[in-house]
């Protein structure tokens, strides 16, 4: 009997449950299973944390019907209990992702997920219709020998730079002579005036947020083992440099977010001063200093917490009293500036009382800012050592690296998932999220501790398999990296379309290449882009930054056959319309708006008389609602 459908439910349709995905605390919920005569009774079992609650069902034209209110902010999961002649059978998701349909289990079922969240929480203006754009600031653009030429300052600090005069040559990767470790010390001199430079060319593509790397003073060229919060990086172009960058930015509508690297501190810091780099006492001097309680030692001075186990980034204690009012100085010195918004670095190892506190302080100086976390996995299920992560309720972050979109898109086009699959995991987000946090993710396909898309999608191998040897030397065979630049297209047509925030990692949109860390690190090739990809990345974002319906409208997804996935997003008389064929083949397509029977958004979609497609300028009339569409192998379209 199990596996047989004679009941159906399904969480991504409106006539099932009422209201679509996550709702608010005490907001009214109805649920409804379609069955025949045969099911005698049908019960709804919740579970809160734990707790059980039984709700029984009231019989419908259909099957059966029920009402309730949910409850605090967290996690309902439920499935049905249903009573037959046969006897008694559970009615429970047929996915693990706590969305999607339904099939008949006689026990264990898969339950499908309600996420309740608090009603004060909206999202930030600043996320509203907004796309964003991370810079490695070291790498992204300099002017002239940019940072290179402001070294005096790590000179005095006794930290060593190996500085790249040549803008093109190959990131160090392997230990310096006489040294067992590999350094990330090696230095391009990008700064805060080479940005400033290529604002023009930001605004152009429609960025309005840049998100950038830590830019706080350190002894590493990526900046996440930080040696001073209150200074900004000498080499970027300190102080100064950054509120110049901020002023000419907002003057073209483009706000920035800055990287809160506050899980630990590096060893060579102001706070932790392992060195004596310093002048002043840091916690490895003793506890005469005023920093000392905020690590823990197990053996003063040399056996302490460090973050992964890397002794040059000792962790700090987040809720020790004394911590948390620096970082809330820190939030409120760059605030002065004009910074509204930040990224949490390892947010899943941040406690939740402390992520409470930076939202409390970060909105109490901008009520629109944007908190967002990194996480890697669904965030509303996210476990940590006391349970579940609170990122969702609305009290915490606004919303997350959205990695688990990015693997989706990934997977979908490297063959090993299918359209429908696809469809499944972005809906089981939109289900799972909170419309304020869904809306304010950033929609990102790679970034600096990733393998770079295009690498991916030319069949990069993975990276954890491999040697830095190995990832310094790999080239993409020719035909695959041809390929790989198509379906590289199609993902960004996905990216663009879909909810949420797009984030393009810096070079990603030139066609840049390199596996980990420090080959997807590379300087952005100015006069040296791939004219394919940026020619078609361009045309897509210059229609994202025209079209109201991208950025704003209404949502739906839908999976025409395997290799055929489409998002239609629409407000008001404005319909535009993303398809992506990832198979070798030709596809002829019929869309309609018939296809998209999922979410809570599909009533209102009509098919337009007439589109054009972005990419191509090629015209196509629809015939009674019906738009039929010729896609080449590997390549999509972007109608409006």
């Known amino acids: 009997?199990?596996?047989?459908?004679?009941?159906?439910?399904?969480?991504?349709?409106?006539?099932?449950?009422?209201?679509?995905?996550?709702?608010?605390?005490?907001?009214?919920?109805?649920?409804?299973?379609?069955?025949?005569?045969?099911?005698?009774?049908?019960?709804?079992?919740?579970?809160?944390?734990?707790?059980?609650?039984?709700?029984?069902?009231?019989?419908?034209?259909?099957?059966?019907?029920?009402?309730?209110?949910?409850?605090?902010?967290?996690?309902?999961?439920?499935?049905?209990?249903?009573?037959?002649?046969?006897?008694?059978?559970?009615?429970?998701?047929?996915?693990?992702?706590?969305?999607?349909?339904?099939?008949?289990?006689?026990?264990?079922?898969?339950?499908?997920?309600?996420?309740?969240?608090?009603?004060?929480?909206?999202?930030?203006?600043?996320?509203?219709?907004?796309?964003?754009?991370?810079?490695?600031?070291?790498?992204?653009?300099?002017?002239?020998?940019?940072?290179?030429?402001?070294?005096?300052?790590?000179?005095?600090?006794?930290?060593?730079?190996?500085?790249?005069?040549?803008?093109?040559?190959?990131?160090?990767?392997?230990p310096l002579p006489g040294q067992k470790d590999y350094d990330p010390c090696d230095f391009y001199g990008g700064d805060f005036e080479g940005i400033e430079a290529k604002l023009d060319y930001l605004q152009s593509i429609g960025v309005t947020l840049i998100y950038m790397n830590p830019?706080?003073?350190?002894?590493?060229?990526?900046?996440?083992?930080?040696?001073?919060?209150?200074?900004?990086?000498?080499?970027?172009?300190?102080?100064?440099?950054?509120?110049k960058l901020i002023r000419a930015a907002r003057a073209?509508?483009?706000?920035?977010?800055?990287?809160?690297?506050?899980?630990?501190?590096?060893?060579?810091?102001?706070?932790?001063?392992?060195?004596?780099?310093?002048?002043?006492?840091?916690?490895?001097?003793?506890?005469?200093?005023?920093?000392?309680?905020?690590?823990?030692?197990?053996?003063?001075?040399?056996?302490?917490?460090?973050?992964?186990?890397?002794?040059?980034?000792?962790e700090v204690n987040e809720n020790n009293r004394g911590y948390m009012a620096f970082v809330a100085g820190v939030i409120d010195h760059y605030a002065k500036l004009g910074i509204e918004s930040w990224r949490l670095d390892v947010a899943d190892e941040l406690p939740d009382e402390f992520i409470a506190f930076l939202r409390r302080e970060l909105k109490a100086r901008a009520k629109d800012g944007i908190l967002i976390g990194e996480v890697w996995e669904d965030a509303s299920t996210k476990q940590g050592g006391c349970g579940r992560r609170r990122y969702t309720d609305g009290r915490e972050l606004d919303g997350v690296m959205n990695y688990v979109f990015a693997d989706a898109v990934i997977s979908f086009l490297t063959g090993k998932q299918d359209a429908?699959?696809?469809?499944?995991?972005?809906?089981?987000?939109?289900?799972?999220?909170?419309?304020?946090?869904?809306?304010?993710?950033?929609?990102?396909?790679?970034?600096?501790?990733?393998?770079?898309?295009?690498?991916?999608?030319?069949?990069?191998?993975?990276?954890?398999?491999?040697?830095?040897?190995?990832?310094?030397?790999?080239?993409?065979?020719?035909?695959?990296?041809?390929?790989?630049?198509?379906?590289?297209?199609?993902?960004?047509?996905?990216?663009l379309t879909h909810p949420g925030i797009p984030c393009i990692y810096y070079g990603d949109e030139a066609g840049m290449q390199?596996?980990?860390?420090?080959?997807?690190?590379?300087?952005?090739?100015?006069?040296?882009?791939?004219?394919?990809?940026?020619?078609?990345?361009?045309?897509?974002a210059s229609a994202r930054k025209d079209s109201r319906a991208i950025r704003y409208g209404k949502c739906a997804f839908a999976a025409k056959d395997k290799d055929v996935f489409m998002i239609a997003r629409y407000d008001g008389n404005e319909t535009a319309l993303s398809i992506v064929n990832r198979s070798g083949e030709a596809k002829r397509v019929a869309v309609s708006a018939a296809d998209f029977t999922q979410g809570p958004d599909t009533d209102g979609l009509k098919m337009p008389n007439s589109m054009t497609d972005a990419l191509t300028n090629r015209r196509f009339e629809s015939e009674n609602g019906t738009l039929n569409i010729e896609l080449g192998p590997y390549c999509g379209a972007l109608l409006k």
Request: hydrophobic share 35%; charged share 25%; glycine share 10%.
């Open 420 to 495: 429908e699959a696809l469809c499944l995991a972005l809906t089981a987000l939109r289900q799972n999220y909170p419309k304020p946090f869904y809306d304010s993710c950033l929609t990102m396909l790679s970034s600096h501790d990733t393998v770079r898309l295009l690498t991916v999608l030319a069949g990069a191998p993975d990276r954890r398999s491999v040697s830095r040897e190995v990832q310094a030397h790999f080239v993409p065979e020719e035909s695959r990296l041809n390929t790989a630049k198509k379906l590289m297209t199609l993902a960004q047509l996905i990216q």
């Open 252 to 314: 073209r509508g483009i706000s920035i977010m800055l990287d809160g690297v506050f899980s630990h501190t590096g060893d060579e810091s102001v706070y932790f001063n392992r060195k004596g780099n310093y002048p002043g006492l840091g916690a490895y001097q003793g506890e005469g200093s005023a920093y000392y309680d905020w690590y823990e030692f197990s053996r003063f001075p040399d056996k302490y917490g460090c973050w992964w186990g890397f002794k040059s980034l000792p």
């Open 1 to 174: 009997m199990e596996g047989r459908s004679f009941a159906a439910h399904d969480s991504r349709q409106m006539r099932y449950r009422f209201p679509f995905g996550a709702v608010t605390e005490g907001e009214r919920i109805t649920l409804n299973i379609d069955c025949g005569a045969d099911v005698r009774n049908a019960k709804l079992r919740i579970w809160t944390e734990g707790r059980e609650r039984i709700e029984h069902g009231v019989r419908t034209d259909a099957g059966f019907g029920f009402t309730f209110y949910a409850g605090t902010s967290g996690l309902e999961w439920y499935y049905f209990l249903l009573d037959t002649d046969e006897g008694g059978y559970i009615l429970g998701s047929d996915s693990p992702l706590g969305c999607g349909g339904s099939r008949i289990f006689t026990h264990d079922p898969n339950s499908w997920q309600i996420t309740v969240y608090e009603r004060e929480f909206e999202t930030p203006k600043a996320a509203e219709g907004a796309t964003a754009y991370q810079i490695f600031p070291d790498r992204f653009n300099r002017i002239g020998r940019g940072g290179l030429a402001r070294t005096g300052r790590r000179e005095e600090l006794g930290w060593t730079t190996v500085k790249h005069e040549d803008w093109n040559e190959e990131v160090l990767w392997t």
């Open 215 to 243: 830019v706080f003073e350190a002894q590493s060229n990526h900046r996440y083992n930080t040696g001073d919060y209150h200074r900004t990086d000498d080499m970027l172009g300190g102080e100064e440099g950054l509120k």
């Open 514 to 540: 390199g596996m980990a860390d420090p080959f997807s690190r590379r300087t952005y090739p100015w006069g040296k882009e791939d004219a394919e990809i940026k020619g078609r990345f361009t045309a897509i």
